[in-house]
């Protein structure tokens, strides 16, 4: 029996020998991650800060009510090195309020209807002729104030007439600059002074 004591000891000792000198996790040993896993970067490193860019500012500027005081601002605005853009737009202007009596039938229809007009005390007026969808209509007064044309609407129709209110519009064009200022280079209280004209709206715009 002794013999196996003996061989029991031995075989205690080399394995205590091998997990002190070269046992996987021992302390002297560096872990090192599988090749797929990569370099991890710790949360707290900073990272890196792009460029700085600096925004574009874009606006445009007007509107202008003719040609020439639109390039004059565009010559203002080339002088700051803006680099501006002319733009123009069609849009329609209130010219008045018109009162009418809707389209009769026909000219005789609506000449029976100044008559009865007439009997009620009612003398300003005219019959509109050529004008499309208003033909044959009858014209019972302009205003340019807007209170001033429901008013009239209004006492006609005590007298027990139907009037309605036709706005009266026309085609006007309008001129806008476009330009790019990032610096603020632009006063636009100077550009009005320059330009002539005034007030002038600027409106933020993309820089596309």
């Not at 020998?17 to 949360?43: F, K, M, R, S, T």
């Not at 500012?57 to 202008?64: A, H, L, T, V």
């Not at 009510?65 to 853009?85: C, I, M, V």
């Not at 009997?119 to 340019?144: C, H, K, P, V, W």
């Amino acid at each position: 029996m002794r013999w196996i004591a003996l061989f029991l000891l031995a075989v205690n000792a080399g394995l205590i020998v091998w997990q002190l000198g070269g046992a996987p996790g021992a302390p002297g040993d560096e872990v090192v991650p599988p090749p797929e896993v990569g370099q991890l970067a710790l949360l707290r490193e900073p990272a890196d800060e792009p460029d700085d860019v600096e925004d574009d500012e874009c606006y445009s500027i007007g509107p202008f009510s003719d040609e020439t005081a639109a390039k004059q601002a565009g010559e203002y605005l080339t002088e700051l090195g803006t680099e501006p853009e002319r733009r123009l737009l069609t849009d329609q202007e209130t010219t008045g309020y018109q009162v009418i009596l809707p389209p009769f039938p026909s000219i005789a229809d609506a000449q029976e209807a100044t008559r009865e007009l007439e009997r009620e005390g009612i003398q300003d007026y005219f019959i509109i002729t050529e004008e499309g969808e208003y033909d044959n209509a009858i014209s019972l007064g302009m205003f340019s104030e807007r209170d001033f044309a429901l008013d009239h609407q209004a006492h006609l129709e005590e007298q027990g007439f139907e009037p309605e209110l036709r706005l009266r519009t026309r085609e006007r064009e309008r001129y806008w600059q476009d330009y790019r200022d990032p610096g603020g280079l632009v006063d636009v209280a100077q550009l009005e002074a320059w330009a002539g004209e005034g007030p002038l709206q600027r409106l933020p715009r993309g820089c596309d």
